[in-house]
């Protein structure tokens, strides 16, 4: 098939950086449109743009121009939205009116009652929605969400115990990378030598969305998942990469073999598809007492899979573990693209 027009809003950005790195070498996308900010509109990519990934920008890609990011400038009709959050809430509605299929890593629209929030394992169902959403808003177009970077890694790890044991409670402490605050994000001299602790929104985001997506879709409705999740979150001085350790209390009994199989054996939608951007396998298990680590680990599975590892008893639930996964790969851009091509290959999105 001929490649699908794509455009990528807050194509300046870390995760729109990482849109372009992961999109220039799609099978079935091609960048025709770039949207950012007032600060870019008017340049050259190349210009424009303070690259920071450590894969060269693509010579063509710089050399496109930049657009302003409103609705009306983009030709593509499927865009990838890195917007700010109170930029996204303004402007997505306005693109998926006037047509566009916004698939958005903004937490604007995240948990609104007719917007999917999707990781492509967990509950490709949920994209049925964007029916209702088109309806109830009149739009021609849609919004799909994907999930903060935390929990998207967070629900790559329960999921595969949750479909095997049921989950009942879930504790979950987070060293997030810098790359997570965007560019330029936290000040280096409050990061370096240090630890700094997450508002309550963050830890709000993780212990919140993974109900929405572990839950279930029925008449136009999403019913959240019955179980509690404590979160407690922290920026560390680590490039990209978040590390989080997880305590869980499962619904029924499980040895800590019984778990490396639940891991070991989910295999699931995307990866029966051979969807392009589709990690296979989604989780790997890494022995030994020292793993994951982020400068290690992060890059598992091109970036698009969760690392688990150091599965022990725990003294106050029943096991916990550690996880680390891509936050601007697959906790990003990785999982707008692996949605995406879902919504193609069931027909949502055609050429
Ligand atoms: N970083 C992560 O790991 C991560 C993970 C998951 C989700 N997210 C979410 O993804 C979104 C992007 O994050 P980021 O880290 O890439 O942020 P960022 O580095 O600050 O980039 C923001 C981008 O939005 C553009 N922009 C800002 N104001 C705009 C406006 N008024 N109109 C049009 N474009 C505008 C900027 O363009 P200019 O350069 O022209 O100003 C830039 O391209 C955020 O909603 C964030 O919460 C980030």
Known sequence: MSKIPVGILGATGAVGQRFISLVAGHPWF??????????SAGKRYGDAVKWILDTP?????????????????????????????????????????????IFSNASAYRMAADVPLVITEVNPDHVAMVRVQQERRGWEGFIVCNANCTTTHLVGALHPLDLAFGIDKAFVATLQAASGA?????????????????????????????????????????????????????????????????????????????MVEAFRSYR???????????PDPAVVVI?????????????????????????????????????????????????????????VHQEYIGN
Not at 30 to 39: F, G, K, N, P, Y
Not at 73 to 92: Q, T
Not at 214 to 219: H, L, S, T
Not at 305 to 324: E, H, K, Q, Y
Request: glycine share 10%.
């Open 268 to 278: 699931r939608l995307p990866q029966e598809l051979g969807l392009p951007s589709a």
């Open 182 to 258: 965007g560019y330029p994000g936290v000040p280096s001299l409050d990061l370096i030598d240090n630890v700094v602790p997450h508002d309550f929104g963050e830890e709000h985001k993780v212990e919140t969305e993974p109900l929405k997506i572990m839950g279930g879709y029925a008449d136009g409705a999403f019913i959240p998942a019955d179980f509690k999740i404590s979160a407690h979150c922290h920026r560390v001085p680590v490039i990209d990469g978040h590390f989080e350790a997880v305590s869980v209390e499962l619904h029924s009994k499980a040895s800590a073999d019984d």
């Open 57 to 101: 920008l693509p010579r063509q890609i710089a050399d496109m121009p930049v657009k302003l990011g409103r609705a009306g400038e983009a030709d593509a009709r499927v865009l990838f939205s890195a917007l700010p959050s109170g930029r996204a809430k303004e402007m997505e509605p306005l693109f998926a009116a006037a047509g566009h299929y």
């Open 30 to 39: 091609e960048i025709t449109d770039l949207l950012a900010s007032e600060r």
């Open 287 to 343: 022995d030994g007492m020292f793993r994951p680590q982020p400068r290690l680990d992060r890059m598992i599975g091109k970036g698009m899979a969760t690392a688990v590892g150091r599965i022990r008893p725990c003294n106050l639930l029943d096991w916990r573990f550690s996880l680390l996964g891509h936050n601007t790969i697959r906790g990003a851009a990785g999982g707008s693209i692996l949605n995406a091509e879902l919504m």
